[in-house]
């Protein structure tokens, strides 16, 4: 299957500070890639869709502001959590596909904010 | 608006046994794709299995099988012979086949696979 690779998969940092979390697919071209946010034993939560080349659409309820995305090419988007707070701590995950069939996720980011 | 109800937590099954978990599904769409994900608790989501609304066999990958009945709008995973490495969260998803590849999750199964 198709390779999406997410970085870093661990991430503690302190309060007030920014994370940027990286999505790439490795051997295929995304156009629009997907971030989740999962809290402890809870189903995935879609936080927004990357778009290359134009903006990210968030999902109700999802600070834009605080969960900056960026889709520069076709095989990176970046979400930067800004100015982070115990709250955000969670774990993060994107998603591309190489088609119009299953979705390839990447490892996760594991973030702790102290 | 699409809909997954997963009504099993968690399940036990016996290693080398064969377990079924449910995944019921609404939506108004008429093309329409079906996805289980496997998570072990590393935390990486895993694709399994696939099934699209108009294919007319269950799909099958290896030791897991959709049980696809459109009319009832269900969807069950039957994993057979059942490992210890298949002890995971397990989840369903929908999406509509046309280009929106957003998937609607569903609340997860968690399945574990005793010795």
């Known amino acids: 299957g198709a390779v999406v690779s997410q970085h870093p998969s661990r991430v503690i940092c302190k309060s007030g500070t920014s994370v940027k979390i990286e999505c790439r697919s490795l051997d295929f071209q995304a156009t629009t890639m997907f971030w989740y946010r999962q809290f402890p034993k809870k189903s995935l939560m879609l936080m927004a869709t990357?778009?290359?080349?134009?903006?990210?659409?968030?999902e109700q309820g999802v600070e834009k502001d605080k969960f900056l995305i960026n889709h520069a090419s076709l095989t990176l988007s970046t979400l930067t959590v800004t100015s982070a707070h115990p709250e955000d701590s969670s774990f993060y995950i994107c998603s591309a596909s190489p088609g119009n069939t299953e979705a390839f996720f990447g490892q996760g980011t594991r973030l702790t904010v102290v | 608006a699409q809909k997954i109800t997963q009504t099993q937590p968690g399940m036990f099954v016996q290693e080398k046994e064969a377990v079924t978990l449910d995944c019921t599904y609404d939506?108004?769409?008429?093309?329409?794709?079906l996805f289980w994900y496997k998570q072990p608790s590393s935390g990486e989501m895993i694709f399994l299995i696939y099934?699209?609304?108009?294919d007319e066999q269950n799909a099958t990958e290896g030791r897991y099988s959709l049980n696809f009945q459109k009319a009832r709008k269900s969807a069950n995973l039957v994993i057979s012979a059942s490992q210890l490495g298949d002890s995971a969260m397990y989840f369903c998803a929908i999406n509509n086949a046309g280009n929106n590849r957003k998937l609607i999750w569903g609340l997860g199964t968690s399945l574990a696979v005793n010795p």
């Open positions: 099934q699209g609304s108009y």
């Open positions: 990357s778009n290359e080349g134009s903006k990210a659409t968030y």
């Open positions: 939506t108004s769409d008429q093309s329409y794709g």
